[in-house]
């Protein structure tokens, strides 16, 4: 099961009680998600140091599933910015303790071209593409993401049907919370690829935990038929 469950770090979040641009500082975990799943809607640059303070205070960085997205997360949001600023970060991040240190000082050394293409076709590697879409807007990174779609049929390789299902789930997800990813999927739903067009619609009309709880009743029948351990 922990192949999907990081998608709670994307996920797990309330935009309740922020409006756009008034944060002032990182406290919790609730604000540090926001400030990231919300980064190009209005870039705060200047609370990018307190965000990595509170990485470093905090024990977000020792969760193994939240390793992926933190990578890139910080390095699509070191990206968008010039050398005198990413040194500035780089000098804090020097005085870090573990395991935020390392996480860190990687995204500020890996482009996040460098980081994805390291890492296999997965559910983890849909989380990182929605980090860099939450930090840039930049409908690349939604592409990679949908284009894991057209495995959602696969009943033999498990890694492959669950990064299509976690796609599809998380699409659906997150259309609830950005026009932009709304507005792929309309795009989609009237496209050209007439197999894309239901599950499409399925992304925009039904109900994220449902569509959750139709991956795991596939992944239990495929279990109990032996195909998947």
């Not at 990595?52 to 205070?57: E, G, L, N, P, T």
């Not at 960085?61 to 990578?71: Q, V």
């Not at 600023?85 to 870090?96: H, L, M, V």
């Not at 996480?103 to 989380?127: G, M, R, V, Y």
């Amino acid at each position: 099961m922990k192949k999907f469950l990081v998608l709670t770090v994307i996920l797990g979040f309330s935009t309740a009680g922020y409006a756009a641009g008034n944060m002032d500082k990182i406290t919790n975990l609730n604000e540090f998600s926001y400030f990231t799943h919300t980064y190009y809607l209005h870039p705060q640059p200047e609370l990018i140091e307190n965000a990595i303070k509170f990485v470093d205070s905090s024990d977000v960085a020792s969760n193994p599933n939240a390793k992926a997205p933190l990578l890139m997360s910080f390095s699509c949001l070191f990206s968008n910015y010039g050398a005198s600023e990413r040194e500035k970060w780089q000098e804090q991040i020097k005085s870090t303790g573990e395991p935020a240190k390392s996480i860190l000082t990687q995204s500020i050394n890996q482009s996040p071209l460098e980081l994805l293409a390291a890492t296999a076709t997965s559910p983890a590697k849909n989380d990182m593409n929605w980090s860099c879409f939450f930090a840039t807007g930049d409908f690349s990174y939604l592409n990679s993401i949908i284009e894991g779609l057209q495995h959602l049929d696969n009943r033999e390789d498990m890694n492959l049907y669950l990064t299509a299902a976690t796609a599809k789930w998380s699409l659906s997800s997150n259309a609830k919370r950005h026009v932009k990813v709304t507005t792929a999927m309309e795009a989609m739903k009237g496209g050209d690829v007439k197999a894309m067009q239901p599950v499409a619609d399925e992304i925009l009309n039904k109900d994220p935990q449902v569509i959750r709880a139709e991956m795991l009743a596939v992944l239990k029948e495929q279990k109990e038929k032996g195909v998947w351990k």
